[in-house]
């Protein structure tokens, strides 16, 4: 049994009256690593993720965080958003305060422990700056920093890089990284991504999903020696990468388990 244990978990929602399968019989553990979750639009990651924080409710199936149910929210689990999830009227530091104040903490621990994280993202200065005065990446170093200021053991992150150019989504990619090696918690790191060579960058494992209904079909481990930068144009990456590649071409072909038919995917970006 592993720090999150993924347990079966199917999910449907219901459009025009007909109930539209996005996951189906997904299972897998997750300990102290860094995992990606890779698969095509629309085959329930972020739903998947959303399951795991307490967001929402599987219909058959569970998520177990230390051998017990996830049923609702919990600090010990916390969640970066693609899109930011900010609130435009209050300051970065008051963003990061917020699940703070909500969970009881008094109000001098709040702040300084939204400067202290707020730090650890290299956000020294801005502190007292609304998000419509920072820049995308910005933004998503105070998301990052405000799930952390909960000290959560799990850190989930649903594509967190995927609405930033790409030499700032990379000096970011470098400092999660760098907050996930320090011995402190969260050490249990799950991230959503459609990229696959920042899947291999990143990941100790890479978690490839089918088109919907979304089910496992790879778990790739890689094996390449940390910090990566230096290997990731060599031969060991790319196999690593094509390997995930096939996994994902042969799960856009699977069929469906709700009607019997081929679903094709859009071709990840």
Known sequence: MGILDVQSVSKS???DKTGIEVLHDVSFSVDEEFVCIVGPSGCGKSTLLRIAAG???????Q????GAPVVRPTPKIAMVFQLFGLLP????LENVMLPLEIGGLDVE??????????HDVELDGFENTYPHD???????????ARALALHPDVLLMDEPFSSLDELTAKTLREMVLRIWRTPDPPNTFVMVSHNVEEAVLMADRVIVMSSRPGRIVGDVHVDIPRPRIQHCRGDQY????????????KGKA????????SEHAPTLS
Request: glycine share 8%; proline share 2%.
């Open 89 to 92: 009227w209050k300051t970065a």
């Open 13 to 15: 929602f219901t459009k």
């Open 134 to 144: 920072l820049s995308g990446g910005m933004k998503q170093r105070v998301g990052i």
């Open 238 to 249: 790319y196999s690593i990468v094509d390997e995930v590649v096939d996994f994902l071409e």
């Open 55 to 61: 967001l929402e409710h599987a219909d058959s199936g």
């Open 109 to 118: 621990a709040r702040r300084a422990r939204a400067f202290e994280k707020l």
């Open 63 to 66: 998520i177990l965080f230390k």
């Open 254 to 261: 699977m069929p469906s388990v709700s009607n019997g038919t």
